[in-house]
């Protein structure tokens, strides 16, 4: 009845179609295929009935167009066998997303949104209350199967979730079935169910949960059954409240509720809005029948209709207006095909869009042209709707999204929470939160998730055999992490970085070097000072005491030099300390050689002249004295120090060391080490000190026996034993310690060394010198060899 008023409506409206007079037929299709079937080639035919309106307009008019059909099925048929003719067919209710294909539908239009909308709408809502795990139920039919096959696809592109389970509900009310896939839903961990189905599928189900009493379910109702009444019953509603659904856009149409009263059962046809469908609605209504009534009504205390009965005064939804959906559908397919037809009439000859610029005409369209004009077509309705299709003959898609409330009174209501609509940007859901009811006890939306996010520092494993939603959190490995929820891996942290311990972010590495700083670093650079201190201590009691004999026995100049060689040793060490840099680690290692070499050198040298004195002792040995004198004693220590500078410089010009920072050590450290270089290069450096070594050692051990009262030779040969001692040990030391370790090593060795050569050289010279000044005599150390020659 609301095509009927939509026609007559234009037909009123001078500024639409004005000159021509829309006309109609009324099919009922009894939701069967075969008679919606019939009904349209009927009319696509042109074999209805003719009709007498007015004295000028009588006989078959063409049919401009279509409106329905209802189901998606009987829509398929239909208009595929339409479509060979390029009929128009707009429907206002069958949405199954197949219609869209313009290669099987060429000349479809509908006013309801597509099921492959109203699937994306459904992934809009679950993804906005975070619903990942859900179960689908569906009519087997194409309106569901539809939906079967595309929903996890959909929703999987989306990232919105995965189903727990997906079932087809049974035409024939399959007890066995029913009762299965109910226990399903009471036993999967899913606590959302959408349902895309007729409302006979979803009473026949909901008996099922009411005798399984399956609670705390959220269900998503598709646009076939959310505004549907006759499931907001009593029994049904403590299991059915809080239900959330698309419904089809509301809309009002001003007028249609009057226009609803003016009807009347056409009896005596004078009334043109009458036909049958309104005599069933009557009979029912009033609880009456028109004459000739049925065989035994009267006596049964049936009453006769008169067609004058007050509609307004019976409680019918007839008369209710204030939710308007299909209806609007309707109202917008018919006003769809006016002004096509209107658009059509407006041509302006030389400027068509046809052939050679025609136009078409009244008298001679085609049902091509119509859906030409139909495919452009773009209006906005009173309700303030606009309304235009796309290149599938779809409708701009907006969805109402309803929430089911069960009032303390008893009543039910289905109120509208919000709207989600698609544009060129995209889909857009607004809600209003707030007014939703939810029927749980915490009053708040459920979790419905498979598995429970993953957070920041781990990373999602998907369980083996399950959905993706299914998924165990593993936490990320050393060195990497995940700083966002749900991430599918952990990414690798920068060189100079490492993982928090939270895994979430990364951290600068912890360096390593050996530092002032630290107890070892403070005890080695201790130990060093104070080394230096004693070497200047020690050189300033041999500058004050410089003219007594045990200062000046055996060159006290190369004393003086072997004083501050070992002074320049103690604080070579200090080069070892701190951050390594390029300067730094250039410079340890020749100053380590050089100022050992120096002070080695100078104990050969010693030894040397300890052996040529005894022997210039003998008779006719004097000779050899003469040829190593002050002078070339002191060539001597330059000429060895040379050669060891020499080493030196040609390892820095070839393979210098460098600062390194490495992270083989430790993985959550940088070890900032100084790189030898070249391994031949300290090799030699090395080989050289311990070559003046093991000389000076050999040569003090042949002249430890020789007479003197202070033989210097036995010191030697004692603080030669401890240097070589030392740094034999330092090699397997320093190769098996890592990082800063090397370092202490190698300052420990240096350290060690150096007391034990200023100890064992200078320790009993400073004894006598400070304590048994008696014995610091010429006499005193000459005393012994006098006695025994």
């Known amino acids: 009845m609301t095509m009927v008023f939509a026609v007559d409506e234009i037909n009123r409206n001078s500024n639409l179609l004005p000159n021509v007079t829309l006309g109609y037929s009324l099919y009922d299709d009894c939701g069967a295929l075969v008679t919606g079937f019939r009904a349209a080639l009927v009319l696509a035919s042109g074999q209805e009935e003719q009709f007498l309106l007015k004295k000028n307009c009588s006989g078959t008019p063409s049919v401009v167009g279509i409106v329905g059909d209802a189901y998606s099925t009987v829509s398929m048929a239909i208009s595929s066998v339409l479509g060979l003719f390029r009929l128009p067919m707009v429907s206002h209710f069958a949405t199954c ?451 007594t004999p045990m200062v000046r026995a055996n060159n006290s100049e190369l004393s003086f030099l072997l004083l501050v060689s070992l002074k320049l040793c103690f604080l070579c060490s200090l080069l070892f300390m701190g951050r390594p840099s390029l300067w730094t680690c250039q410079l340890r290692h020749a100053a380590f050689g050089i100022s050992f070499v120096l002070s080695v050198s100078c104990i050969l040298v010693k030894t040397m002249v300890v052996l040529v004195v005894f022997k210039a002792s003998k008779p006719g040995g004097g000779a050899s004295l003469k040829w190593f004198g002050a002078v070339q004693q002191r060539g001597t220590v330059l000429v060895l120090t040379c050669i060891q500078a020499a080493i030196c410089t040609a390892w820095l010009v070839s393979a210098s060391p460098a600062p390194h920072k490495n992270t083989q050590y430790h993985n959550d450290k940088i070890v900032y080490e100084c790189v030898v270089g070249s391994t031949v290069g300290f090799a030699v450096l090395l080989g050289y000190i311990g070559l003046l070594a093991i000389l000076s050692f050999l040569l003090a051990f042949l002249a430890r026996n020789l007479p003197d009262n202070f033989n210097e030779a036995k010191l030697i040969t004692f603080s030669m034993l401890i240097f070589c001692a030392v740094w034999v040990a330092f090699v397997p030391a320093y190769v098996n310690s890592p990082g800063k370790y090397a370092d202490a090593v190698e300052v420990f060795a240096i350290l060690a060394s150096s007391f034990g050569l200023l100890v064992a050289l200078f320790g009993p010279k400073c004894y006598i010198i400070l304590l048994r000044p008696e014995r610091n005599t010429k006499k005193a150390i000459m005393g012994r060899g006098t006695a025994k020659s």
């Open 97 to 547: 997303s197949c219609l869209s294909d313009r290669q099987r539908f060429p000349s479809f239009f509908r006013t309801i949104p597509s099921d492959a909308f109203q699937v994306r709408a459904m992934i809009q809502i679950l993804k906005h209350f975070g619903w990942t795990w859900v179960g689908l139920l569906v009519s087997d039919d194409d309106y569901g199967l539809n939906v079967a096959r595309s929903f996890p696809s959909d929703l999987a592109q989306s990232g919105g979730g995965c189903l727990a389970y997906s079932e087809v509900l049974p035409w024939d009310s399959d007890s066995n079935k029913l009762r299965k896939i109910v226990h399903l839903i009471k036993t999967s961990t899913a606590r959302v169910v959408m349902v895309f189905a007729h409302d006979g599928h979803m009473y026949e189900l909901m008996e099922e949960v009411v005798r399984q009493n399956v609670t705390d379910r959220q269900w998503i109702a598709s646009e076939a059954w959310t505004t549907d009444t006759a499931l907001q019953t009593p029994h049904l509603m403590p299991y059915l409240r809080g239900t959330l659904g698309i419904a089809i856009r509301r809309g009002e149409i001003a007028g249609l509720r009057d226009f609803f009263l003016q009807i009347r059962p056409d009896q005596n046809d004078n009334n043109i809005y009458g036909n049958s469908m309104v005599t069933q609605f009557w009979e029912y209504t009033f609880q009456c029948r028109f004459a000739p009534p049925p065989a035994g009504w009267m006596e049964t205390g049936g009453t006769l209709c008169t067609g004058q009965e007050d509609i307004e005064n019976v409680e019918t939804a007839f008369l209710d207006v204030s939710n308007l959906r299909s209806e609007y559908n309707v109202y917008k397919a018919v006003y769809a095909l006016a002004y096509a037809l209107d658009d059509m009439l407006h041509c302006v000859p030389g400027r068509g869009p046809f052939s050679r610029n025609s136009c078409a005409t009244l008298q001679t369209m085609e049902p091509w042209q119509v859906v030409h004009y139909l495919q452009t077509v773009n209006f906005t309705t009173p309700f303030g709707d606009e309304v235009s299709f796309d290149e599938n003959g779809d409708i701009l898609p907006v969805y109402d999204v309803m929430n089911w409330l069960w009032l303390p009174d008893g009543r039910t209501k289905v109120q509208n929470v919000g709207e989600v609509k698609e544009s060129a940007e995209g889909g857009e859901l607004k809600l209003d939160e707030d007014k939703i009811f939810w029927n749980f006890e915490s009053k708040e939306p459920p979790r419905s998730v498979c598995s429970e996010s993953c957070p920041p520092g781990t990373r999602m494993a998907r369980k083996k055999g399950q959905p993706e939603c299914c998924f165990d959190c593993i936490p990320c490995s050393e060195g990497k992490i995940s700083n966002k929820t749900d991430s599918m891996e952990c990414t690798s942290c920068p060189e100079d970085f490492w993982s928090s311990p939270q895994h979430d972010h990364c951290v600068p590495k912890k360096t390593e070097f050996l530092s002032y700083h630290e107890p070892l670093g403070i005890c080695l650079t201790t130990a060093s000072l104070l080394g230096t201190f004693i070497c200047a201590v020690v050189l300033k009691i041999f500058i004050y005491h410089r003219s």
